[in-house]
C-alpha cells in the first residue's frame, strides 16, 4: 500500500492513508512555505526598486493630455 488507498474496489469503499503518511505531511509543508514565502519576499524585493515615472491616477492623466494639446497648440501662421 502507498502513503493513500481509496478502496474503490470494496463495497461501501472508503479512504486510508497510510502509517507512514505522515511523511507526506512533513515534506510538503514546510517545502510549500519556504517557496510561498520566497516568492512573496522576491516580488516584494524586485517591486521596490521599480520607478514608476508616471502616477496613472485619472486626474494625472487628464492633466498631462491637457498639457500635450496645449504645447501642440502654438501660435499659428495666417493664410496669406
Known sequence: MGFFNFNQDRPGGGFEVSSQ???YLVCTLPLTFVV???SFVW???T???EVKPFDYSAGQALAQAAN???LGAGPRKEAV
Open 43 to 45: 516580488m516584494w524585493w
Open 36 to 38: 510561498l514565502t520566497s
Open 21 to 23: 503518511g505522515w511523511i
Open 68 to 70: 500635450v494639446l496645449m
Open 47 to 49: 517591486g521596490t526598486k
